[in-house]
């Protein structure tokens, strides 16, 4: 009698152990549905299945605007502050740390790229280039340069030098003469010239596009 009483007894504590097991999936279960639904009634138009966590090299910062859709900020979610909806169908969940840090990012790429286009080169190992090249470059200024009618009555002729800065993006900036004037009109026409000119083959060094000063001798001869 005694061996079946510890054995009945055993029983009854593993039926009563299975009790807070099942209230325990029971409330996973119910908790997990009920975030489901809070997230369909701040987005009703966002199916769940498509939302995708970003990988962990995922940069807010690199996603290209004219791909985002829509952006949703959660207002009971602190783990989920953001969500991106793309255009192709694709929807981004960013919390308050990933945002923080691709800002972070951005902003140590930008203060990168800003310190190396902001350093005025005078000699690269790449010079910049007008678009064809130096034939094409003596094309365009003769046939864009008029000669100033007061130089050509006074019989001024001679050599402006024009110094300009050339963007990483190519184009002329700072335009202006340098050395002894000739007078009579050159060193306006030679700067409205340059001034009108298409973008530049950015220089180069080290393979990266920087900006650079560079000097183009105007010679201004009469007929």
């Not at 549905?33 to 299945?49: A, I, R, W």
């Amino acid at each position: 009698m005694l061996i079946r009483s510890s054995s009945s007894h055993r029983s009854l504590w593993r039926k009563l152990a299975i009790i807070p097991v099942t209230g325990g999936l029971l409330l996973a279960f119910s908790c997990s549905q009920q975030k489901q639904e809070d997230l369909q009634k701040e987005l009703p138009s966002v199916t769940l299945s498509k939302i995708q966590p970003p990988s962990p090299a995922t940069d807010i910062s690199t996603i290209d605007p004219a791909d985002i859709q829509s952006i949703t900020m959660l207002k009971n979610n602190p783990d989920s502050t953001m969500i991106i909806s793309l255009k192709n169908g694709k929807i981004m969940v960013f919390n308050q740390e990933q945002v923080k840090e691709s800002m972070m990012e951005k902003a140590k790429r930008d203060s990168i790229t800003q310190g190396r286009s902001s350093k005025v080169f005078t000699f690269v190992q790449q010079m910049p280039q007008f678009s064809g090249g130096d034939e094409a470059l003596m094309k365009y200024l003769h046939d864009h340069i008029r000669y100033p009618a007061v130089a050509r009555e006074n019989g001024t002729q001679g050599t402006v030098v024009v110094q300009f800065i050339i963007s990483p993006d190519g184009s002329i900036s700072h335009v202006k003469t340098v050395g002894a004037a000739k007078g009579g009109g050159l060193e306006e026409e030679a700067v409205r010239v340059v001034k009108g000119m298409p973008k530049w083959e950015p220089g180069k060094q080290n393979g990266q596009p920087v900006t650079v000063q560079f000097s183009l001798p105007v010679r201004f001869v009469l007929q």
